[in-house]
Structure formats: structure tokens, C-alpha cells
């Protein structure tokens, strides 16, 4: 072989495996999602996750075949000597497709989930002002400072099942974090009605052409949360009470995870207490847990 034709025959190669691996991953996961979970997962997630005992019937299905989708794509690994059961997998999953039931995307970096049976140990570098680095020790619940993993402790996963309604989720805190860092944007509105051809459109009629349908910048969006930051830590300085866990004063990003758990574990309580940072994350992830319950005393009442 010429030196030429084996240069064309690699690029073709590298082609068709660019081409034929997306395609070939779109295949897999559609055939993932459309197989059934079994029925022990579904008994398994309604006891160890409250956040989706009362999600819509839709909802429910589409929760189930997202999950169908990650079970059958990320790797669980058990660390410590932990052996990964089938309800620590339905579990952690069930938390994660929670965040992305209204979002594109099936968190197409992550590769495996690290899981310890209780907090752990992690050893990093921080560098102070003066520019010294010194070696820090932490115990830690999760963590998720890599797209392609995310660490759990199990023991702090099932403390949502055990104390629902607290806001407090490791999971779904982790999760969240991902999901800032994967800087997908806002989740795309319900499709809206096609708009007439663009020569019948006046200038006019698209200035004032409503918000409504559109995904507004993240810019503007990020703005509007750091806001709502900078409210949480006048209250924090001045000693107040605060509906958010005050970890979530530590900085931007652990304010949006901190609010997510909050978003999901106590919707109805975090819209009344800073209804302003509900409808942020209504817009971030196009879901309104506060209906979901809703539902659910309209039901204990009937
Ligand atoms: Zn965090």
C-alpha cells in the first residue's frame, strides 16, 4: 500500500467512526429506553425517593426511560469494598434523571459513579493569596469535580429517603453541580408555534414578539441568580435565619446546588420563601415540583 492510499483509508477510518459512533451510541440508548424497568426498581425509587413519589403520570414514564438510558450507559463502582446493589444503582439514577426529565442532554460525559458506602477521605492541594500550597484532608458526602465522574456516599444518598422534605440531597447537590459545569444552558421552552415566513415578519412585530418560547441568555439568567446570591449573603452577615442552608453562602456554585436540593425536596416551601430563585430554577430545568405536590394533597383530601 502507497503511502497515500494508507493515509485515505485511515482518514476514511477515523471518518467513519466519527460519523458511526454517535449514531451508533443514539441507537443504543433509544433501545435502553424503551425497555421497561422492572418492577422491584420502581418500588425501589418510591421508597428510597420522595422527590418522585408524586411526579405525573408522563413525567413518571419519561423519568423511567431516562433512567433506563444511564443504568444502561454509566458504570457504578464500588469503593471501599462496597459491593454496588441494584437499589444503589435505581436509587442514584432515579436522583440524577430527576434534574434532566425537562433538559436535553443524558449527561453524555459522565462515564462512571464512584460509590462509598459512607463519607470519605480526599486529599487535595489549596493555594492561598501569597500563592503557598498546602495539602487539605476533607471528609466528604459527594463530590463531582470531573465531568466524567461523580463520587457518592451511599449512606448520605439514602438520608433524603430517611428525612424527606429537609432539602437535603447529596445526590441531587452533585448532580446539580454537573450540570452548571456542563454548561448546556438553560432547558429549551415547550416548542412554540412555527412563525410565519420571515418576509411576512415586520422589524415591529419581532421587537415586541414575546419572551414566551424563547431560551433567554445564561448571561441574563446567571445575573438574576447571583442576585439572589448576593440576598442569601446580606442575610448570612447580618445573622439571620435563612431558608438555604447557609453552605450555600460559600460561593455561586454551591448556592445553585444548595438550591436545587431545595427545588426538589421542598418546592412548595422554597417557592413561598424566595419565589424569585423558584422561578429561576423552573427556567433552568423546566419543571415545577410545586404542582407535583400540589397533587398530592388534592389526592390526600379527595
Ligand atoms: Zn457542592
Given amino acids: 500500500m502507497t503511502p497515500v492510499i494508507a493515509i485515505v483509508a485511515i482518514a476514511i477510518g477515523v471518518l467513519a467512526w466519527l460519523i ?102 480526599v486529599e487535595d492541594e489549596v493555594e492561598d493569596e501569597a500563592g503557598v500550597v498546602t495539602k487539605r484532608r476533607r471528609v466528604l458526602s459527594g463530590e463531582a469535580w470531573e465531568s466524567s465522574r461523580i463520587i457518592l456516599s451511599w449512606e448520605d444518598v439514602l438520608e433524603a429517603a430517611r428525612h424527606p422534605g429537609e432539602g437535603y440531597n447529596v445526590a441531587l447537590h452533585e448532580f446539580a453541580h454537573y450540570l452548571d459545569a456542563e454548561g448546556l444552558g438553560l432547558a429549551a421552552p415547550p416548542p412554540s408555534p412555527p412563525l410565519p415566513p420571515a418576509r411576512e415578519r415586520s422589524h415591529e412585530v419581532r421587537v415586541r414578539a414575546p419572551a414566551e418560547g424563547r431560551v433567554r441568555a445564561v448571561a441574563e439568567w446567571a445575573a438574576d441568580l447571583a442576585e439572589e446570591f448576593d440576598a442569601l449573603l446580606d442575610a448570612v452577615d447580618r ?64
Fill in 20 to 121: 458511526g459512533a454517535p449514531l451508533w451510541r443514539v441507537r443504543r440508548r433509544a433501545a435502553a429506553m424503551a425497555q421497561p424497568l422492572p418492577a422491584t426498581t420502581a418500588s425501589v425509587i418510591d421508597r428510597n425517593v420522595p422527590a418522585v413519589r408524586n411526579l405525573p403520570p408522563e413525567q413518571r414514564e419519561r423519568l423511567e426511560s431516562l433512567m433506563a438510558a444511564f443504568l444502561a450507559e454509566k458504570e457504578f463502582i464500588g469503593c471501599n469494598g462496597l459491593a454496588v446493589t441494584d437499589e444503589m444503582r435505581s436509587t442514584i439514577a432515579a436522583m440524577a434523571c430527576l434534574l434532566v426529565l425537562g433538559r436535553r442532554g443524558h449527561y453524555d460525559a459522565l462515564h462512571s459513579v464512584l460509590v462509598y458506602p459512607t463519607a470519605f477521605w
Fill in 239 to 302: 445573622g439571620q435565619y435563612t431558608f438555604l442552608d447557609p453552605y450555600a453562602a460559600e460561593d455561586e456554585a454551591e448556592f445553585f446546588a444548595v438550591a436545587t436540593e431545595d427545588f426538589f425536596e421542598r418546592p412548595v416551601e422554597l417557592r413561598t420563601a424566595h419565589p424569585r430563585l423558584y422561578e429561576l430554577l423552573q427556567e433552568f430545568y423546566a419543571l415545577d415540583p410545586a404542582s407535583w405536590r400540589a397533587g398530592e394533597a388534592e389526592m390526600a383530601t379527595a
